[in-house]
């Protein structure tokens, strides 16, 4: 069964820490992986893409990392600010087509001052 | 640019009453989508649009009604509401299935059926 599962489920961190989320998936076949950030109230907004050949991608303080044969991949947020508390939600896309999108249920993050 | 576009951003509705969520996009995307994102769970497709004329059944389609006349307007119909369809509703747009920069997100309609 195809699924994307995401830890923790909510975390809270001190201003200026940094923090890493973790996604495991089982979708196969697998086309790419994308980050998405949602402010509460918000739609999801994409951080980061990444296709089955990149380990690593930066987007400003977001580093993703993808491990294809372990099906892992992990976003770290540098430096955090007050501005990064939303959920992160992991989407997988399996093989091409508009219906091959499977979402992990996000992790709420909190950063406090 | 607005980007995606929709109204309301909260109702409330009685059992059996119907209604539309309206959805826009000025982004000139092909493919349109409509998702639910219900409490603790990961966001499910209710319908698709590849293009103006085109629609398809996502995962959870029942109880809801699509239609895609003009490339930029994807409204979605709920006839009989449920408690069931209780839910936050958010439709996205992409240029194509597979988009460097993903899909576009609206903000969201927040519905509550009593």
């Known amino acids: 069964k195809n699924q994307v599962e995401q830890s923790p489920q909510s975390l809270i961190i001190l201003e200026g820490k940094n923090c890493t989320l973790q996604?495991?998936?089982?979708?196969?076949?697998?086309?790419?992986l994308r980050w998405y950030k949602q402010d509460t109230g918000r739609g999801p907004v994409s951080l980061t893409i990444?296709?089955?050949?990149?380990n690593t991608k930066s987007n400003g303080r977001y580093t993703a990392t993808l491990d294809a044969d372990t099906k892992q991949s992990s976003l770290h947020i540098t430096a955090s600010q007050l501005s990064d508390s939303a959920s992160y939600i992991c989407?997988?896309?399996?093989?091409?087509?508009?219906?091959?999108?499977?979402f992990g249920t996000g992790t709420r993050l909190t950063v406090i001052p | 640019n607005a980007g995606v576009t929709q109204t309301p951003k909260f109702r409330i509705l009685k059992i059996g009453q119907s209604m539309t969520l309206q959805c826009t996009q000025d982004m000139n995307h092909n493919y349109m989508y409509w998702y639910r994102q219900d409490p603790g769970m990961g966001l499910k497709l209710i319908y698709y649009s590849v293009g103006a004329g085109i629609t398809d059944k996502g995962e959870v389609p029942n109880g809801y009604n699509v239609s895609r006349s003009t490339t930029e307007d994807f409204p979605l119909r709920l006839e009989l509401a449920a408690p069931s369809q209780t839910s936050v509703y958010f439709c996205?747009?992409?240029?194509?299935?597979?988009?460097?920069?993903?899909?576009?997100f609206g903000s969201g309609t927040r519905l509550t059926v009593v």
């Open positions: 990444m296709t089955f050949s990149e």
């Open positions: 996604c495991n998936y089982t979708v196969s076949p697998f086309s790419n």
């Open positions: 989407v997988v896309t399996g093989q091409t087509g508009a219906n091959n999108l499977f």
């Open positions: 996205a747009s992409s240029y194509s299935s597979w988009t460097e920069n993903g899909y576009t």
